[in-house]
């Protein structure tokens, strides 16, 4: 008898276990996703969903999950945890995702965390992506989160990536010469 109850509990742990594991039930659809799931998860094919807001006719505002065109590195089936969201410094209701919080020392403190950085590599491979897009390579940012090392990556990112040293001496002519120099 208390076999079979020990057996039975086993087989609810198990079940509830398989409920809050991500994609184990299932393949994961955008667009059957909510927007406290939408952000930051991945469909079963591999890509990104994105959570939409739209404004209806009375004014109204609704929340739509979306497929998007960008590919998951090597992730489907994907529901960012709660944890992930909440230790990289994120919000499950995000519209859409911008480089620019790669400039925000705040975000990039969570990001880099090791509780983000080394437990979350969804969202790691996105910022990876983001950066990467940017001319910065996201590993040297997490470490150069102190000094002037940063302030040159921050500058870099401001830039839209690497920029040429300008010219070293005065131009003396109004007109720049039909080959530039090597």
């Excluded at 659809?29 to 591999?46: H, I, M, P, Q, W």
């Excluded at 001319?135 to 090392?149: D, H, I, N």
Aim: hydrophobic letters at 35%; glycine letters at 8%; aromatic letters at 8%.
């Amino acid at each position: 008898m208390a076999c079979n109850f020990i057996f039975k509990t086993l087989l609810l742990a198990a079940f509830v276990i398989a409920l809050s594991v991500p994609g184990t039930l299932g393949e994961v659809t955008c667009e059957k996703l909510d927007k406290d799931t939408c952000a930051f998860a991945v469909s079963g094919s591999g890509k990104r969903c994105v959570l939409e807001k739209h404004v209806r006719r009375s004014g109204r505002e609704a929340y739509i999950c979306r497929t998007s065109e960008i590919e998951a590195d090597r992730l489907k089936n994907w529901v960012e945890t709660n944890e992930c969201i909440r230790s990289c410094g994120l919000e499950r209701e995000s519209l859409g995702i911008s480089s620019d919080s790669l400039l925000d020392t705040g975000f990039t403190r969570h990001l880099c965390s090791h509780q983000c950085y080394d437990s979350c590599p969804n969202v790691v491979d996105l910022y990876f992506n983001l950066a990467a897009g940017e001319g910065v390579f996201l590993p040297k940012l997490c470490e150069a989160q102190e000094g002037s090392a940063r302030r040159e990556l921050m500058a870099e990112i401001r830039s839209g990536g690497v920029v040429a040293p300008g010219p070293v001496h005065g131009v003396k002519y109004g007109v720049a010469p039909s080959i530039a120099p090597f």
